[in-house]
T-cell receptor, first 113, second 110 residues
Framework: DADVTQTPRNRITKTGKRIMLECSQTKGHDRMYWYRQDPGLGLRLIYY???????NKGEISDGYSVSRQAQAKFSLSLESAIPNQTALYFC????????????FGSGTRLTVV | KNEVEQSPQNLTAQEGEFITINCSYS?????LHWLQQHPGGGIVSLFM???GKKKHGRLIATINIQEKHSSLHITASHPRDSAVYIC????????????FGKGTKLSVIP
């Protein structure tokens, strides 16, 4: 099994629908992140969490929310999807402190029509 | 804010060629990652380095902290090396914040 698992891998949804992307990890890392990747742009941070009780906005959090259900689980929700949220979404984990190693999931390709 | 620039944006090489991808950043960093993304999307961490040089198989990553520059080299390139290569920098000691370059798309032709 992958260290960081994202579900679903692909999703097509309609404008206005609520959708949840899920991420689970077996790395035992405290820090989890959600990133968005658009063609021609670098990955951009949506939300991050340093532990179960800690949730922080990233640079592009508008239109998104997250839930950290357990150390191993971090979900991203689009409350009312819009077409410009069509993108590739990545979950990632890191150990934190001065250990800078990152592990990425395989990505979720989301299309909003 | 740290700016991370990669060059070239696109690179086509013949199998067997030596390849160099460059990454420069604008402010001091604590560590830099080189990542690989194959078609189909998944991102794999190749290297994380804060000084000097690291080698893994045919891949070599170097960083020059004074010049704010890192390079990824691929020796004896192979079609399976075709992917997007991304550099990403941590700004500041203990910083969670990663700033990503836009990536270099490498195509290796047999």
């Amino acid at each position: 099994d992958a260290d960081v698992t994202q579900t679903p891998r692909n999703r097509i949804t309609k404008t206005g629908k609520r959708i949840m992307l899920e991420c689970s990890q077996t790395k035992g890392h405290d820090r989890m992140y959600w990133y968005r990747q658009d063609p021609g742009l670098g990955l951009r941070l949506i939300y991050y969490s340093f532990d179960v009780k800690d949730i922080n906005k990233g640079e592009i959090s508008d239109g998104y929310s997250v839930s950290r259900q357990a150390q191993a689980k971090f979900s991203l929700s689009l409350e009312s999807a819009i077409p410009n949220q069509t993108a590739l979404y990545f979950c990632a984990t890191s150990e934190g402190g001065f250990n800078y190693g990152y592990t990425f999931g395989s990505g979720t390709r989301l299309t909003v029509v | 804010k740290n700016e991370v620039e990669q060059s070239p944006q696109n690179l086509t090489a013949q199998e067997g060629e030596f390849i160099t991808i460059n990454c420069s950043y604008s402010v001091g960093i604590s560590a830099l990652h080189w990542l690989q993304q194959h078609p189909g999307g998944g991102i794999v961490s190749l290297f994380m380095l804060s000084s000097g040089k690291k080698k893994h198989g045919r891949l070599i990553a170097t960083i020059n902290i004074q010049e704010k520059h890192s390079s990824l080299h691929i020796t004896a390139s192979h079609p399976r090396d075709s992917a997007v290569y991304i550099c990403a920098a941590h700004s500041g000691a203990g910083s969670y914040q990663l700033t990503f370059g836009k990536g270099t798309k490498l195509s290796v032709i047999p």
